[in-house]
């Protein structure tokens, strides 16, 4: 196949792509295209037949008038461009995801997310961890930064999340870039990650000890339960650099601020079940308050291999904290980076 070929490959939507069906900046959803499905929404009725095939970009006229016009049609008269809904079928970018995705929970906008890419400082390639993996707004775009050879590791500790993650992350094809872990860090720390190199010559599961979850519990395998430290102060654990960004972020009017006061104008869909060791109410509103205790996170198990007691070298080139009393992770946070990596927290 020669280049051209290539290129032209990537830009036509096939059966099975995830497209962004763009209405306009305040409209926009997404589709996984399927071979005579039709997608109806307030401009129309649109059929996939006719987005298959085309490149992306192209503008699809709805098959039916627009539903909510009520003007009728005279008896065998031609449905004109006009009268007929039309969209436009574009390339699911991290950008457009973030405006188009299910909110699960609040997300992080581009504003944020460019800040949290630079002061990461990551490049194709990295090594990152994040918790919570909430929505998977940022969870995206880090994946495309670190496309084709890093990886994320990404930590929620809402089973329901866990699983849409995982879902959204399948559909938009980054899955592979991507591993969605079911912990509750601040209660059991991240586990020790394992460095790029041994990645690729293990299978996901067995690298990482996928969490499996089973009538509600949740067990870890080995690789995942982290050593017992102390808890140091933050020079003795070696951070040399400390950067405070303060904004105030424009957000979609449909969105507040996460420094709102104000509850939100639809409540968040609450899974039904949830682990145990996650907190009844919404971790992500409260507000950060003072730490319980200084007492570092309890170690769930007692660790597996004596080598773990070695002091450890971390892999990690980023990390990135977005839940409630981030301070609890610090420990497993200190362990995992490496000298030269950096961490950012986002606090509401
Ligand atoms: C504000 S959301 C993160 C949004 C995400 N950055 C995005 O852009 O979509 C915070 C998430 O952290 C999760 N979370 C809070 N405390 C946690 C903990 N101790 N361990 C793991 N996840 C936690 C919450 O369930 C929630 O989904």
């Given at each position: 196949m020669t280049s051209s070929e290539d290129t032209c490959t990537a830009q036509t939507i096939k059966n099975g792509d995830t497209v962004i069906l763009f209405q306009g900046f305040d409209s926009m959803t997404f589709a996984k295209m399927c071979v005579r499905k039709i997608t109806d929404n307030r401009f129309g009725s649109f059929s996939h037949d006719d987005m298959i095939g085309q490149v992306f970009g192209t503008r699809v006229y709805s098959r039916a008038p627009r539903p909510s016009r009520g003007r009728k049609r005279k008896p065998g008269g031609s449905l004109s461009r006009s009268s007929r809904g039309w969209l436009s079928v574009l390339h699911p970018t991290p950008e457009l995801w973030t405006l188009s995705l299910s909110h699960r929970t609040q997300i992080l906008y581009h504003t944020d997310i460019s800040l949290i890419l630079m002061y990461l400082e990551l490049k194709p390639g990295s090594l990152v961890v994040e918790s919570g993996t909430g929505s998977g707004s940022l969870s995206t775009?880090?994946?495309?930064?670190?496309?084709?050879?890093?990886?994320?590791?990404?930590?929620?500790?809402?089973?329901?999340?866990?699983?849409?993650?995982?879902?959204?992350?399948?559909?938009?094809?980054?899955?592979?870039?991507?591993?969605?872990?079911?912990?509750?860090?601040?209660?059991?720390?991240?586990p020790d990650i394992p460095s790029l190199d041994s990645l690729k010559t293990s299978t996901q599961s067995d690298a990482f000890g996928d969490v499996e979850m089973r009538s509600g519990t949740t067990t870890t395998t080995p690789s995942l339960e982290s050593s017992p430290v102390e808890v140091e102060e933050p020079n003795k654990s070696g951070v040399i650099?400390?950067?405070?960004?303060?904004?105030?972020?424009?957000?979609?009017?449909?969105?507040?601020?996460?420094?709102?006061?104000?509850?939100?104008?639809?409540?968040?869909?609450?899974?039904?079940?949830?682990?145990?060791?996650?907190?009844?109410?919404?971790?992500?509103?409260?507000?950060?308050?003072?730490?319980?205790?200084?007492?570092?996170?309890?170690?769930?198990?007692?660790?597996?291999?004596?080598?773990s007691s070695a002091p450890r070298v971390g892999t990690v080139d980023g990390i990135f904290l977005d839940l409630p009393n981030p301070w609890l992770v610090l420990p497993s946070v200190f362990r995992n980076l490496k000298s030269t990596g950096n961490l950012c927290s986002f606090s509401p």
């Amino acid at each position: 196949m020669t280049s051209s070929e290539d290129t032209c490959t990537a830009q036509t939507i096939k059966n099975g792509d995830t497209v962004i069906l763009f209405q306009g900046f305040d409209s926009m959803t997404f589709a996984k295209m399927c071979v005579r499905k039709i997608t109806d929404n307030r401009f129309g009725s649109f059929s996939h037949d006719d987005m298959i095939g085309q490149v992306f970009g192209t503008r699809v006229y709805s098959r039916a008038p627009r539903p909510s016009r009520g003007r009728k049609r005279k008896p065998g008269g031609s449905l004109s461009r006009s009268s007929r809904g039309w969209l436009s079928v574009l390339h699911p970018t991290p950008e457009l995801w973030t405006l188009s995705l299910s909110h699960r929970t609040q997300i992080l906008y581009h504003t944020d997310i460019s800040l949290i890419l630079m002061y990461l400082e990551l490049k194709p390639g990295s090594l990152v961890v994040e918790s919570g993996t909430g929505s998977g707004s940022l969870s995206t775009a880090i994946a495309r930064t670190i496309a084709p050879f890093g990886h994320l590791f990404t930590f929620e500790f809402n089973l329901e999340r866990v699983k849409s993650a995982r879902k959204d992350f399948e559909m938009n094809k980054i899955n592979d870039l991507i591993t969605v872990t079911h912990r509750n860090v601040c209660k059991d720390g991240f586990p020790d990650i394992p460095s790029l190199d041994s990645l690729k010559t293990s299978t996901q599961s067995d690298a990482f000890g996928d969490v499996e979850m089973r009538s509600g519990t949740t067990t870890t395998t080995p690789s995942l339960e982290s050593s017992p430290v102390e808890v140091e102060e933050p020079n003795k654990s070696g951070v040399i650099d400390v950067k405070l960004e303060e904004k105030s972020s424009v957000r979609p009017s449909s969105e507040p601020s996460k420094s709102s006061s104000e509850p939100p104008s639809e409540p968040l869909p609450e899974p039904s079940s949830e682990p145990s060791s996650e907190p009844s109410s919404e971790p992500s509103l409260e507000p950060l308050s003072e730490p319980s205790s200084s007492e570092p996170p309890k170690s769930s198990s007692e660790p597996l291999s004596s080598s773990s007691s070695a002091p450890r070298v971390g892999t990690v080139d980023g990390i990135f904290l977005d839940l409630p009393n981030p301070w609890l992770v610090l420990p497993s946070v200190f362990r995992n980076l490496k000298s030269t990596g950096n961490l950012c927290s986002f606090s509401p």
